[in-house]
């Protein structure tokens, strides 16, 4: 056989084991086995995503209450220091500055 023949058989060869590759890829996408793994994958993702947005938001909460206690401490030590009762804000709101 010639070289351009035994080349060209093995091009059809090798587009053929690519094409039964996809056609085989795309059967195993419709059967209902890959779509109950999509699921199974994409709940686990989403049960990371809220695990590690949880446990942000749990440290966000703990360092306010770190704050807020640290906030009444210092109420409490000007408190003592004074005599004056200090009470704290009634909004979270800041102050406007002028520029505001």
Avoid at 39 to 47: E, F, M, V
Avoid at 62 to 89: H, I, N, Q, S
Wanted: with cysteine; glycine share 12%; proline share 3%.
């Amino acid at each position: 056989m010639k070289t351009e023949t035994i080349d060209t058989l093995a091009t059809a060869g090798s587009r053929t084991t690519g094409g039964g590759a996809v056609v085989g890829f795309l059967g195993w996408l419709a059967s209902s086995q890959a779509i109950g793994l999509f699921g199974i994958c994409i709940a686990l993702l989403g049960a990371l995503v809220n695990w590690y947005y949880k446990r942000e938001a749990n440290r966000r909460h703990a360092a306010e209450a770190e704050d807020k206690r640290k906030e009444r401490a210092l109420r409490m030590e000007l408190m003592r220091a004074t005599g004056a009762p200090v009470y704290p804000p009634d909004t979270d709101l800041g102050e406007l500055g002028e520029d505001e």
